[in-house]
């Protein structure tokens, strides 16, 4: 992962403890579980996953 990415996270964590939309411990299990999921042997398969997604987000015309 990039900084830039922690930021952009870290910014929408903010946000969503913010205005409600999640609580504190929330973002803490949710981060810890994707800790523990990175380290699984799926992990890779899911960042590739993602990343083909984000590459098909960059292509689309608004």
Known sequence: MTI???IALSIICAACIKFG???VWHILL???LGFYLADSSIGPV???WLGRFFEWVGTLKV
């Open 4 to 6: 830039s990415v922690i």
């Open 21 to 23: 939309v999640m609580k």
């Open 30 to 32: 949710a981060g810890s």
């Open 46 to 48: 899911i960042g590739g």
